[in-house]
């Protein structure tokens, strides 16, 4: 049944966006009567380079908004932007006090497109604009598109913009907006389940259609009437009543899709009732709108495919007219252009020639001395490692034993002297004791026991949760399984790629939330890492990437690896390595 409350929004939204093309009474409105919408917009465009010619900016924005519109009937909806960022351009480079009236058509455009952000985004700072240009007219508009995305939402601050377009309607004594915003309230309270408040105001928005006798007023509340009465009050035989009024009085006015909603309401209300001769026949009558309706889509299809194509042969003729006529102005310059570009082209060629064997020189000389650096880099690492092992081996193995020897030999000695104890031997088993536990960390730093005994995966998961605070969140994801080993040289140069990267992180990107991707992939290990921190150039950083960046880059391409880099400034980082697998 909510299908009936969101047809009512959508038909006040569509009513209200049609309603302020009603203004000035030219060829245009002739053109748009006729539905010649071809003939409109070559009329608009005639009319809006005139315009800029004369320097009439303000009539130029004014008819730059009707033919943005018409664009936007044509479903030409870049061509519309187009003429309404142009429009915008010369409104503020001239001042014209129009310029609430074109963002808020570029508001509406992005939200036909879908893009709530932008559509928001435009809807503000028109409502800022038209404050300062007095423009009530766009306010109005614009209050009501930001109850309507805001109501989409599902967003408090809904109410907060109904209220504001309502007392605007009543400022300006608008029956048409003050009828669509009786209905709005309804609608909104009827989404909060509020049925006393929102039958207040469909009552009083069937009072002020029946007094003005607006008849797309009348139609809508009478649908709001049906849903009120079938949903509130279970009343399907008012309810029912209500449709086949509209039925009677608006058929000759509503649409195939309207017909379909109003037949889809009644069927539900004769079933609820029983009558299901009654529900059949209706079932019936929404078969054939549906299959109405699909045709009626395919026609348009067709049509639209057959304006467009009219659209761009109008601008094709257009633009093959204005080129001949350049032609013709500028045939008689050509062949001394000609003469002189070709001596220019000679001059420009000799030069980029020969600095382009320059460039060349300079680049293998940079290769080479890029080559060079990585080898020297990749050797002081690869001893870096070596040494690191060895040192952890010899700390290990031999001083923490001979350490832990020693304190065991003291403590046998202690446990014979009971009485006379001397402080010497105590301090000297505490200072064995002391020294053994900063050998034992001291290896632990070099080669992480969690990578020796259990593998890579375990590694990088202790990693994440040792540099996990109050600060910044560490998670790993992975698809395989956490006890697979891999070669240990392979293991031992990924985890201090995977180090480097966590310090970086915690060095500089002021993230609050850090993640680690690693899988499997065609005897490929794909490795990404993520943060949500402050970013940063990456055009400025590949020239002066510190030693950090420049170690992780010579590590990887030494796995004979390929390292991505993507960074944003106030949005994050990420990191991209592929890695060929080496197993044991």
């Given at each position: 049944?909510?299908?009936?409350?969101?047809?009512?929004?959508?038909?006040?939204?569509?009513?209200?966006?049609?309603?302020?093309?009603?203004?000035?009474?030219?060829?245009?409105?002739?053109?748009?009567?006729?539905?010649?919408?071809?003939?409109?917009?070559?009329y608009a465009k005639k009319k809006s380079e005139q315009f800029l010619k004369q320097k009439k900016y303000k009539e130029f924005c004014k008819i730059s908004v009707r033919k943005a519109k018409l664009y936007g009937r044509l479903n030409?909806?870049?061509?519309?932007?187009?003429?309404?960022?142009?429009?915008?351009?010369?409104?503020?480079?001239?001042?014209?006090?129009?310029?609430?009236?074109?963002?808020?058509?570029?508001?509406?455009?992005?939200?036909?497109?879908?893009?709530?952000?932008?559509?928001?985004?435009?809807?503000?700072?028109?409502?800022?604009?038209?404050?300062?240009?007095?423009?009530?007219?766009?306010?109005?508009?614009?209050?009501?598109?930001?109850?309507?995305?805001?109501?989409?939402?599902?967003?408090?601050?809904?109410?907060?913009?109904?209220?504001?377009?309502?007392?605007?309607?009543?400022?300006?004594?608008?029956?048409?907006?003050?009828?669509?915003?009786?209905?709005?309230?309804?609608?909104?309270?009827?989404?909060?389940?509020?049925?006393?408040?929102?039958?207040?105001?469909?009552?009083?928005?069937?009072?002020?259609?029946?007094?003005?006798?607006?008849?797309?007023?009348?139609?809508?509340?009478?649908?709001?009437?049906?849903?009120?009465?079938?949903?509130?009050?279970?009343?399907?035989?008012?309810?029912?009543?209500?449709?086949?009024?509209?039925?009677?009085?608006?058929?000759?006015?509503?649409?195939?899709?309207?017909?379909?909603?109003?037949?889809?309401?009644?069927?539900?209300?004769?079933?609820?009732?029983?009558?299901?001769?009654?529900?059949?026949?209706?079932?019936?009558?929404?078969?054939?709108?549906?299959?109405?309706?699909?045709?009626?889509?395919?026609?348009?299809?067709?049509?639209?495919?057959?304006?467009?194509?009219?659209?761009?042969?109008?601008?094709?003729?257009?633009?093959?007219?204005?080129?001949?006529?350049?032609?013709?102005?500028?045939?008689?310059?050509?062949?001394?252009?000609?003469?002189?570009?070709?001596?220019?082209?000679?001059?420009?060629?000799?030069?980029?020639?020969?600095?382009?064997?320059?460039?060349?020189?300079?680049?293998?000389?940079?290769?080479?001395?890029?080559?060079?650096?990585?080898?020297?880099?990749?050797?002081?690492?690869?001893?870096?490692?070596?040494?690191?092992?060895?040192?952890?081996?010899?700390?290990?193995?031999?001083?923490?034993?001979?350490?832990?020897?020693?304190?065991?030999?003291?403590?046998?000695?202690?446990?014979?002297?009971?009485?006379?104890?001397?402080?010497?031997?105590?301090?000297?088993r505490s200072l064995l004791k002391d020294a053994h536990d900063k050998v034992r960390d001291l290896s632990h730093e070099l080669i992480p026991p969690v990578l020796a005994k259990l593998g890579l995966y375990l590694a990088i998961q202790d990693l994440c949760e040792k540099n996990t605070n109050s600060i910044i969140q560490f998670t790993l994801h992975h698809n395989g399984s956490n006890l697979?080993?891999?070669?240990?040289?392979?293991?031992?140069?990924?985890?201090?790629?995977?180090?480097?990267?966590?310090?970086?992180?915690?060095?500089?990107?002021?993230?609050?939330?850090?993640?680690?991707?690693?899988?499997?992939?065609?005897?490929?290990?794909?490795?990404?890492?993520?943060?949500?921190?402050?970013?940063?150039?990456?055009?400025?950083?590949?020239?002066?990437?510190?030693?950090?960046?420049?170690?992780?880059?010579?590590?990887?391409?030494?796995?004979?690896?390929?390292?991505?880099?993507?960074?944003?400034?106030?949005?994050?980082?990420?990191?991209?390595?592929?890695?060929?697998?080496?197993?044991?």
């Amino acid at each position: 049944m909510n299908r009936i409350l969101g047809y009512s929004i959508v038909f006040f939204f569509v009513a209200l966006f049609n309603s302020k093309a009603q203004n000035n009474v030219d060829s245009l409105d002739f053109y748009l009567e006729k539905k010649e919408l071809i003939k409109a917009l070559n009329y608009a465009k005639k009319k809006s380079e005139q315009f800029l010619k004369q320097k009439k900016y303000k009539e130029f924005c004014k008819i730059s908004v009707r033919k943005a519109k018409l664009y936007g009937r044509l479903n030409d909806h870049d061509k519309s932007l187009t003429t309404l960022y142009n429009a915008i351009t010369v409104a503020e480079k001239y001042n014209i006090n129009c310029k609430s009236e074109i963002i808020e058509q570029i508001g509406t455009r992005y939200s036909i497109l879908n893009d709530t952000v932008r559509s928001l985004k435009n809807y503000y700072k028109a409502k800022k604009i038209a404050f300062i240009e007095k423009d009530t007219a766009t306010l109005i508009h614009v209050y009501h598109n930001l109850f309507r995305l805001h109501t989409e939402k599902n967003l408090d601050s809904s109410y907060y913009y109904l209220q504001k377009k309502f007392k605007l309607d009543k400022l300006t004594n608008s029956v048409s907006g003050l009828s669509f915003t009786y209905n709005n309230f309804f609608a909104y309270y009827s989404l909060r389940n509020d049925f006393e408040m929102a039958k207040k105001y469909m009552d009083t928005a069937y009072t002020t259609a029946l007094k003005y006798k607006d008849k797309k007023s009348l139609n809508a509340v009478l649908s709001n009437y049906g849903y009120y009465y079938m949903v509130y009050e279970n009343n399907f035989k008012k309810g029912a009543e209500m449709y086949l009024r509209i039925l009677e009085e608006f058929k000759g006015d509503l649409t195939t899709i309207e017909l379909k909603e109003i037949y889809l309401n009644l069927v539900y209300a004769y079933e609820q009732l029983g009558d299901y001769k009654r529900a059949n026949y209706y079932n019936t009558l929404v078969l054939e709108a549906t299959q109405k309706i699909n045709n009626e889509n395919l026609s348009d299809k067709i049509r639209e495919i057959e304006t467009k194509y009219a659209i761009d042969k109008v601008e094709n003729e257009y633009k093959e007219k204005a080129k001949l006529l350049e032609d013709r102005q500028s045939r008689n310059k050509k062949i001394i252009f000609i003469f002189i570009a070709l001596f220019g082209f000679s001059l420009i060629l000799f030069y980029f020639y020969f600095q382009n064997l320059q460039l060349k020189q300079r680049n293998k000389i940079k290769e080479i001395d890029s080559e060079i650096q990585e080898n020297i880099i990749n050797a002081s690492i690869d001893g870096q490692e070596l040494e690191r092992k060895k040192l952890a081996e010899v700390l290990h193995d031999n001083i923490s034993a001979l350490l832990s020897s020693a304190g065991l030999h003291l403590s046998a000695y202690l446990v014979g002297q009971k009485d006379n104890i001397p402080e010497e031997i105590i301090k000297a088993r505490s200072l064995l004791k002391d020294a053994h536990d900063k050998v034992r960390d001291l290896s632990h730093e070099l080669i992480p026991p969690v990578l020796a005994k259990l593998g890579l995966y375990l590694a990088i998961q202790d990693l994440c949760e040792k540099n996990t605070n109050s600060i910044i969140q560490f998670t790993l994801h992975h698809n395989g399984s956490n006890l697979k080993r891999y070669h240990d040289d392979f293991e031992l140069k990924v985890f201090y790629i995977v180090t480097e990267l966590f310090n970086n992180i915690l060095k500089h990107s002021d993230a609050t939330n850090g993640e680690i991707f690693v899988e499997e992939k065609n005897n490929q290990m794909l490795i990404k890492i993520m943060d949500n921190g402050k970013g940063f150039d990456t055009s400025k950083s590949f020239q002066n990437d510190g030693f950090g960046l420049t170690q992780i880059k010579a590590r990887v391409k030494n796995l004979k690896g390929k390292i991505y880099i993507q960074s944003e400034l106030n949005v994050g980082t990420t990191i991209k390595i592929n890695l060929p697998i080496v197993n044991r």
